[in-house]
């Protein structure tokens, strides 16, 4: 706010790389609020759809729905350390969608960490844990033979004296 102006800056960003893709200033009167914030809105909407449609922030998945909102919940959780959690909403989302690859790896992520964190607490070893990782990255890997997700935590089973697996796994996933 400046005076009886408002000044507006508005950005969409590609948080992956977290990259500034548009930025657009907006000013107006204080007196004219709610057009402007329709007309910011507006404009904002525009914006955001010409980059999705121009493909620039990458393919959007074409996948159900319900699908996806449970595989952004578990990618929620698995940002909040939460690996229980976020491997039973990405479990629910390849129940809805068996065909998308990225709930796919992203299970095999959270399980890998489940069974990280499984033997780091001393609970003991069950080897159900990083085979359920193992055949979810498999079938990412099966969906999509360039998800990098999937390759990494194949790197990541693999036994630690298997070095050059390792670095065959990771050269890929990159």
């Given at each position: 706010r400046a005076g009886n102006g408002i000044h507006v800056i508005a950005q969409l960003m590609d948080i992956q790389?977290?990259?500034?893709?548009?930025?657009?200033?907006?000013?107006?009167?204080?007196?004219r609020m709610a057009t402007l914030a329709h007309d910011f809105a507006q404009q904002i909407a525009g914006a955001a759809g010409k980059l999705l449609s121009s493909s620039s922030f990458g393919q959007a998945p074409h996948v159900n729905p319900a699908a996806y909102g449970r595989y952004l919940r578990g990618r929620a959780l698995y940002q909040q350390h939460d690996p229980g959690g976020a491997a039973a909403e990405f479990e629910a989302s390849v129940?809805?969608?068996?065909?998308?690859?990225?709930?796919?790896?992203?299970?095999?992520?959270?399980?890998?960490?489940?069974?990280?964190?499984?033997?780091?607490?001393?609970?003991?070893?069950?080897?159900?844990?990083?085979?359920?990782a193992r055949a979810a990255a498999q079938r990412a890997l099966a969906l999509d033979p360039g998800n990098g997700e999937a390759q990494g935590v194949l790197a990541l089973l693999i036994p630690s004296t298997r070095l050059e697996d390792i670095d065959r796994h990771l050269k890929r996933a990159l």
């Open positions: 790389n977290n990259r500034v893709v548009w930025t657009h200033a907006y000013d107006g009167a204080i007196t129940r809805l969608a068996p065909d998308f690859a990225r709930g796919w790896s992203a299970l095999a992520a959270a399980r890998w960490l489940l069974a990280r964190e499984t033997l780091l607490a001393n609970r003991g070893y069950d080897a159900s844990l990083p085979n359920a």
